[in-house]
């Protein structure tokens, strides 16, 4: 469950198929796939994503991140630009460069991530390009036929677009935060080489934390969306109906297309 996949050049990139639903049914395994940033993928791992079923490819990042860092195209699949965050608002972003900018402003990680998942649940434009997403992952209708959908860290964006998937899929809450978690695991080196980057350019002690708060997936950060959730919606079923705008027949099909 939550297997990485082998690829050598991107972080974070794992398997959501696997887990078990609370009615005992599973998810299927070469159906969804969690990423960082495929920028720097190499001919080896865009054939070994083709054959493991990769079709569409989902990119949660801005405008910006995307000219910096392009995806690598995988030759099977379709790349769907779908920004969560407005373009212009980048106060709202959980880009790792967006927050180290304004934690050289003086403004704290910590806080920010916090605005970030509480930007999921009250922003109506986030709920607009998470509702596509959902259209995606209907048309996806193929066994054997995977959505890989990533932002920069494959942590938040993504980490929220995973957890309401897995919810409405009938997944618990428990997994679904151990699943949130795991990214810490896949991201330990990178986290590392960051700090210790950071540490010989004379980074102060303050923003070191910042990194930690920046780059770890820390369960605060998605009980504050579950927290905003039953303030406004009751649960995370009534978030993804009133929220998202999923009807029950999308939920049926959603568990038809990717449950076994």
């Known amino acids: 469950m939550g297997e990485e996949l082998a690829v050598q050049h991107a972080e974070n990139m794992r398997e959501l198929g696997g887990y078990q639903t609370k009615d005992g ?5 070469q159906k969804l796939v969690r990423s960082a940033t495929i920028n ?7 054939a070994y994503l083709a054959d493991y079923g990769i079709r569409t490819v989902v990119d ?3 405008p910006s991140e995307r000219e910096d860092q392009p995806d ?14 407005p373009v212009k608002e980048k106060e709202v972003s959980a880009s790792p460069y967006e927050v180290m900018m304004k934690m050289q402003q003086g403004y704290s990680a910590h806080d920010q991530m916090l605005e970030v998942y509480r930007n999921f649940v009250t922003m109506p434009h986030i709920h607009k390009q998470y509702n596509q997403f959902f259209e995606i992952l209907l048309k996806n209708e193929q066994p054997e036929k995977s959505v890989l959908f990533h932002c920069t860290a494959g942590k938040d964006r993504t980490g929220f677009g995973a ?10 809450q428990e997994t679904i935060f151990a699943d949130y978690l795991k990214t810490n695991r896949f991201l330990e080196k990178k986290i590392e080489e960051i700090k210790q980057q950071a540490k010989a350019a004379g980074v102060s002690e303050e923003m070191m934390y910042g990194i930690d708060d920046m780059m770890k997936a820390k369960s605060e950060y998605l009980q504050t969306s579950y927290q905003l959730i039953a303030e406004h919606y009751g649960d995370m079923a009534g978030y993804l109906k009133d929220g ?3 009807g029950k027949q999308d ?3 959603l568990q038809q297309l990717y449950l076994v």
């Open 244 to 246: 998202i705008g999923l």
């Open 251 to 253: 939920i049926k099909d």
């Open 163 to 172: 957890a309401m998937m897995l919810s409405a899929l009938g997944v618990d």
């Open 40 to 46: 720097l993928l190499n001919e080896e791992d865009k």
């Open 25 to 29: 049914r599973t998810v299927a395994k």
């Open 72 to 85: 690598q195209p995988i030759p099977t699949a379709e790349n769907i630009a779908l920004p969560i965050f």
């Open 60 to 62: 949660f990042r801005s």
